[in-house]
């Protein structure tokens, strides 16, 4: 429950993570998802560390990245979901990490994204429902289920192979993502099987929630659970494609979503130890403000 005074510390506390220690080694694969090994023999005076995985030559925005990093230095790896406009539903996404010697670097290449079917909108601009997807620069987020599950992924479909420390959950039958506001339950992982719009039952959505990761808009403190307060947004995913009846695909209700096999590699690539923040919005805003 989100007190007045503490809508203020919503806005600043967008893009906020822990600062991670520069670490130098040698590249490492992901071995299915997983933290692979270090390379080598490693003597007792020696210790022991970790780089990250990263294209030798990939074709993402680093000038964006770089840009971003100077108003978020605690972040390593970015998930950014670009735009040309505030009013665009097409855009791309790909994720950066900051390397051991502090370079950043692509860790996959864009790919198509599809967004909300209003555009995007910063998050305090926004309101549920309004068909937007919240711009800024927000966590992955980490909520607690009804039954004390904390978790950063969910899905119709078994565990894809995210890393560990990131959390899968597979759905429950009773599993639904309260989007009503000014209730409770608002932006809230609830038990109530069979739930109703706007409240989403993650169990309806079949494949197109085979994998969702949670996007920290609005989450920790939510603004919304309570009479009074400013629903700003609720259910914001990384998720699958939806499409139409001829194959192509549609916009969002204010998510994000990638197909299938994108969507996999990312929530494979997504690393605790980095801090991961997804970054949203237009690229000309991303660099001057976000």
């Known amino acids: 429950m989100l007190a007045a005074r503490t809508v203020t510390a919503l806005v600043a506390a967008v ?8 670490i130098a080694g040698a590249a490492l694969g992901l071995g299915g998802g997983v933290d692979g090994g270090i390379d080598g023999p490693v003597s007792g005076r020696q210790p022991a560390v970790r780089d990250v995985q990263a294209l030798a030559d990939g074709s993402c925005d680093l000038a964006t990245v770089e840009a971003l990093a100077v108003r978020h230095p605690g972040v390593r790896q970015f998930v950014v979901l670009a735009t040309g406009s505030f009013g ?8 950066a990490v ?6 950043w670097a692509c860790q996959i290449d864009p790919l198509a994204a599809r967004f909300g079917k209003a555009g995007t909108r910063p998050l305090i601009l926004r309101r549920s ?7 800024g620069v927000f966590p992955l987020g980490q909520p607690t289920a009804w039954d004390g599950q904390r978790f950063g992924v969910f899905g119709n479909r078994p565990d894809p192979g995210v890393r ?7 759905v429950r039958p009773g599993d639904c993502w309260g989007a009503r506001p000014n209730t409770a339950t608002y932006n809230h992982l609830v038990n109530a099987p069979g739930c109703t719009s706007p409240d989403e039952w993650l169990a309806r959505f079949g494949d197109v929630y085979a994998h969702a990761a949670v996007i920290g808009a609005n989450l920790d403190p939510i603004s919304g659970d309570a009479p009074g307060e400013t629903p700003y947004a609720a259910a914001i995913f990384l998720h699958r494609h939806s499409y139409t009846s001829g194959g192509a695909t549609k916009p969002t209700s204010g998510c994000v979503s990638l197909d299938y096999d994108g969507l996999t590699t990312v929530l494979r690539l997504l690393d605790p130890a980095l801090s991961p923040h997804f970054a949203i919005g237009p690229t000309s805003w991303l660099r001057s403000t976000a």
Do not use: N
């Open 15 to 22: 893009g906020l993570g822990a600062v991670v220690s520069a």
């Open 88 to 95: 665009d539903t097409h855009g791309s996404a790909f994720v």
């Open 98 to 103: 900051r390397r051991g010697d502090g370079r």
């Open 129 to 135: 429902g309004d068909g937007t997807t919240p711009a």
């Open 164 to 170: 560990p420390g990131i959390g899968y959950r597979m």
